[in-house]
Nanobody
């Protein structure tokens, strides 16, 4: 059974960095597009970043230049390096794959089949 497990969240100050990791079990990420989404309290889940099957990357405008997505095929993990964090980045961060999203370059949450449990990122100003 496919499972995604995120880690690396925490409480940091504005301007700090965090690195999130998503470990995949029961599936191999090398043949899949992988994405990160986030959901702040009271808001809808939104796209953050994705890496395609051909290792192309896409980013939401609000994280361009600050966040970097990457995958490690040997460890079957995908990471999100987050630099220069802002208070608006406070949210639960989820990794996702599978479904239509796992095959293409979708930025729609509804296109992804498998989701992790999420990891909380809190940025204090």
């Amino acid at each position: 059974q496919a499972q995604l497990v995120e880690s690396g969240g925490g409480l940091v100050q504005a301007g700090d960095s965090l690195r999130l990791s998503c470990a995949a079990y029961g599936l191999y990420i090398s043949g899949l597009s992988m994405a990160w989404f986030r959901q702040a309290a009271g808001k809808e889940r939104e796209f953050v970043a994705a890496v395609s099957r051909s290792d192309g990357t896409d980013y939401a405008e609000f994280v361009k230049g600050r966040f970097t997505i990457s995958r490690d095929k040997t460890k079957n993990t995908v990471s999100l390096q987050m630099d220069n964090l802002k208070s608006d980045d406070t949210a639960v961060y989820y990794c996702a794959t599978g479904g239509i999203g796992g095959q293409g370059r979708s930025q729609k949450a509804s296109d992804f089949l498998y989701w992790g449990q999420g990891t909380q990122v809190t940025v204090s100003s």
